[in-house]
């Protein structure tokens, strides 16, 4: 008997939704065994406390389900650190959700708040993963195109950008894949257009700590007014170099997060057990110091980054935040981006993501972008092998 294909296919969506160019090229890279720009995997060390205090917590027994939303410790040392850092108060019993990592929250919440055909903004150069969650949900992601290298906001797009069917705008500061900054003054001028159209704000703060040149970082749930409208989303899968262990979090309004909470225990259960130990031990446990010398560490590696690439006759966006730089590399053979990364991959053992997997309309064919969020000595290995492709 034939097998019936009417019903056995794919779903709508699903051609759709194309693996990820990040991984595509992780996957390509780990076959040449080259060096990994591509994704921001973040294989710097992890803390010693947040180690320890994982593996105590296995021997502690602590290897079943939490609460759905997360450990009494945890959630109580986020709540401290949002009052602390980000100028936010919240109640750590009804408004902090521990999240299978920050993509978890964005997930869980788009779930709880949106409906299919609702329409969300968000800005270009955008989060990949950010608009692929949009569409498996059927919401329709509205691109807003920021100015190229600048990064700044056309606020006259933006308001044209809102329709009847708009729910949200998403905002990634510092950003990725740009290393935009979002200024107090642009969050202000958002926040008023939420509050004038009635808008939540989902904004994805998962590399606030990662900051250059003195900039600041400001969450738009501080402002004035935003704090019932605003979805705070980040993690410490960057700041303790551990995105394998998936620990994320969100803050939001008590309204929001009953329904929040319950699909992100419908889709993930719980964020793993023993590895909220060790994170809530890294919050505690570490101090401002810690977060300033990493950012220090940090700017190091950008600039002889982007110094390679100057040297290797690429024009790199220096970021203010975040760990990725995107560059032009129109001189790298190749009618497109995702051409030129393999390209330059196959030539220096480099690999890049392809601009166009951050763009929409055909923008950033002439642009890669590179993560150096590495060890010291890959990163090296990295921009020698740049430096030498110039020569």
């Not at 936010?88 to 964005?106: K, M, Q, R």
């Not at 299919?116 to 950010?130: C, K, N, Q």
């Not at 590399?329 to 951050?358: D, I």
Request: aromatic content about 10%.
């Amino acid at each position: 008997m034939g097998i019936a294909t009417e019903k056995l296919r794919l779903s709508e969506i699903s051609p759709r939704i194309m693996q990820s160019e990040i991984r595509s090229m992780t996957v390509e890279c780990d076959r040449i065994g080259g060096v990994n720009l591509a994704q921001g995997v973040c294989d710097t060390e992890v803390p010693s406390s947040v180690v320890e205090n994982a593996i105590k917590a296995i021997h502690d027994g602590h290897n079943i389900y939490t609460r759905l939303d997360g450990i009494t410790p945890l959630r109580q040392a986020i709540a401290r650190k949002l009052a602390h850092y980000n100028g936010i108060t919240v109640d750590p019993d009804s408004e902090v959700l521990v999240t299978s990592g920050a993509t978890g929250a964005l997930y869980a919440t788009c779930l709880a708040l949106f409906d299919p055909g609702d329409e969300v903004v968000l800005f270009e150069p955008f989060y990949g993963y950010h608009v692929n969650t949009l569409l498996s949900l059927r919401i329709q992601p509205k691109a807003v195109a920021m100015a190229m290298h600048t990064w700044e906001i056309d606020f006259d797009a933006l308001r044209a950008a809102i329709t009847p069917r708009t729910r949200a705008i998403i905002v990634n500061s510092p950003s990725n894949p740009c290393g935009k900054v979002f200024t107090r003054a642009e969050l202000e001028q958002i926040a008023a257009l939420a509050e004038e159209h009635d808008l939540f704000i989902l904004t994805d703060e998962i590399y606030e700590y990662f900051l250059f040149d003195g900039t600041e970082h400001v969450s738009p749930g501080s402002l004035p007014g935003m704090a019932e409208r605003t979805i705070t989303i980040s993690g410490l899968s960057k700041t303790f170099s551990i995105t394998g262990w998936r620990i994320g979090y969100l803050a939001g309004d008590k309204r929001w997060l009953g329904s929040i909470g319950y699909f992100h225990d419908l889709t993930y259960v719980c964020a793993p057990s023993p590895f909220q130990y060790g994170s809530s031990a890294g919050l505690v446990e570490l101090t401002d110091t810690f977060y300033a010398e990493m950012a220090a560490e940090y700017q190091v590696k950008r600039d002889l980054l982007c110094g390679a690439l100057q040297d290797a006759g690429f024009t790199p966006s220096i970021p203010r935040g975040a760990y990725y730089v995107l560059a032009d590399v129109r001189s790298v053979p190749g009618a497109t981006a995702r051409e030129k990364a393999r390209n330059l991959l196959k030539e220096t053992g480099v690999a890049a993501v392809a601009g166009t997997a951050f763009f929409t309309g055909g923008r950033g064919e002439d642009i890669l972008r590179f993560c150096f969020a590495k060890r010291d000595d890959d990163l090296q290995r990295a921009c020698d092998a740049l430096r030498n492709y110039r020569s």
